[in-house]
Nanobody, 125 residues
């Protein structure tokens, strides 16, 4: 089975920085599209960032563009999200995910097949 495990969540001061990591294991292609998603209380899950197999094709939600950066290390099979200048509105459970049978670039959560358990990020003002 494919497993994804997020780490790095926690409390952070607004304007600070936080780095989330996702370790991927199991029978999956290291080049498949992966992404970061989040869900705040009472809100629908939303796409934060997605990144293609080579790392060159990326997508960022308008709400985080310029502040968050997604990257991947295919050799280590890891995914990262650098969160700079986080805001209280960024408070949510963050999930990493990977596509399965299809490997084309995608920005929608419904196209991702494997999901981590999530890590809480709380931004205080």
């Amino acid at each position: 089975q494919v497993q994804l495990v997020e780490s790095g969540g926690g409390l952070v001061q607004a304007g600070g920085s936080l780095r989330l990591s996702c370790a991927v294991s199991g029978r999956t292609f290291s080049r498949n599209t992966r992404g970061w998603f989040r869900q705040a209380p009472g809100k629908e899950r939303e796409t934060v960032a997605t990144i293609g197999g080579s790392g060159s094709n990326t997508y960022y939600a308008d709400s985080v563009k310029g502040r968050f950066t997604s990257s991947r290390d295919n050799a280590k099979n890891t995914l990262s999200l650098q969160m700079n200048s986080p805001k209280p509105k960024d408070t949510a459970v963050y999930y990493c995910a990977a596509r399965g049978g299809s490997y084309g670039f995608s920005t929608t959560s419904s196209s991702f097949d494997y999901w981590g358990q999530g890590t809480q990020v709380t931004v205080s003002s």
